[in-house]
């Protein structure tokens, strides 16, 4: 999912509570959208190669964009510096993690991708500290790393022994969580400082996917397979997949941070294992093991934890009677743990 981009927005002196009707629909239906990205994603590769799955996905949704740029009167980078950062990121946390899921899928179910989902918060804390040190470590941190672990384990079933094609898909989807987790602090280090919108960042990423894609999708899998030989709903679900779980959720996902800030907008991460798991259930018809919600439950209160979520929160908006008026974020704040600005804070 594109919920990498940093939206910087200014925050002006005077500001209004936000009534929860203004962004928790949103919210809402953007953890919809994603958490029924898995359901589309096991439709797919049920009848295409994974590769295709995600070249269809990418290509889509690259096509959903460049109409919102269209609409926008934007324009794609002009820069070698920012193309070039926007590879890194289209590798990493497009094309690899789109494949790694598709397969993964081909071997577990929808649900449980959607629940390994969830751990890529937890992934990007140790690489944000250790690699790109954009963040510091804490004792509130280590621990919700340490529920993390725990829970994640958990997810596995390690007391019922490993192995079988389940645990190889299992893997693929962690896997997939890692890119993303190597993606997320890439893109806050070297993609939010460039002076571009995140729709014409997440456009230019989405081409270069697609073209990356392209050429490696025939070498691993052969030719494309003819669109009017697949079932419809193989085609539709690849669409959909594209403009709607990757074109259209990015463009809701930016009016949730431009409204409650990038913070409280990220959130949505608890939410979607739970609309994962619901598509899963009652439109696949798939079952979970009684441990795996548990283990996700455990994830989940690790990457609160580690993100500091319990702290009470205020949510502030500009005059919603000033149409066009400019989008804020919540006033810079400390983090109890260290006393230092928080992360998102600093990003802006």
């Known amino acids: 999912m594109l919920w990498t981009n940093l939206i910087r927005v200014s925050v002006p002196s005077t500001a209004l509570a936000m009534p929860l009707r203004r962004w928790l629909p949103g919210m809402l239906g ?35 964009l460049l109409v919102v740029m269209a609409i926008q009167r934007a324009r794609l980078p002009g820069t070698p510096a920012a193309w070039a950062h926007n590879a890194v990121v289209s ?10 899921f598709a397969y993964g899928e081909q071997r577990v179910s929808s649900t ?40 994640a384990l958990v997810i596995l079933g390690v007391w019922r022994g490993i192995g079988g094609s389940s645990l190889a898909g299992q893997l693929m989807c962690l896997a997939a969580a890692c890119c993303y987790g190597v993606s997320i602090p890439y893109t806050k280090r070297f993609v939010a400082p460039l002076p571009h ?20 999708a025939p070498l691993v ?40 800030g990038a913070s409280t907008a990220s959130m949505v991460t608890y939410i979607i294992p739970v609309f994962a798991t619901v598509a899963g259930v009652v439109v696949l018809h798939e079952h979970l093991q009684w441990f795996q919600p548990i283990g996700a439950l455990v994830v989940l209160v690790g ?25 804020i974020e919540p006033q810079a704040h400390t983090d109890p743990a260290d006393g230092r600005t928080c992360s998102t804070c600093r990003q802006r």
């Open 30 to 64: 953007l953890a919809l959208i994603w958490g029924s990205s898995f359901l589309f994603i096991k439709v797919g590769v049920s009848a295409l190669h994974p590769f295709w799955v995600a070249f269809g996905r990418v290509a889509s949704g690259a096509a959903a």
């Open 197 to 216: 919108s995140g729709v014409v960042m997440s456009a230019c990423q989405l081409i270069i996917a697609s073209a990356v894609l392209a050429v490696a």
């Open 112 to 151: 449980l991708a959607g629940i390994w989902n969830s751990v890529t918060p937890l992934v990007v804390l140790p690489l944000a500290v250790f690699a790109f040190r954009t963040e510091r470590m804490t004792t509130r941190r280590t621990v919700g790393l340490a529920l993390g672990l725990v829970g």
């Open 303 to 327: 990457v609160a934890v580690s993100q500091n979520a319990f702290r009470r929160r205020t949510v502030v908006v500009a005059d919603p009677g000033l149409p066009g008026g400019p989008a």
């Open 221 to 260: 899998s052969g030719a494309a397979p003819e669109v009017s030989s697949l079932p419809w709903t193989v085609v539709g679900a690849v669409v959909v997949l594209g403009a709607v779980g990757t074109g259209l959720a990015f463009v809701i996902n930016m009016r949730n941070i431009r409204l409650v």
């Open 91 to 100: 590798v990493v946390g497009i094309a690899a993690p789109f494949t790694l």
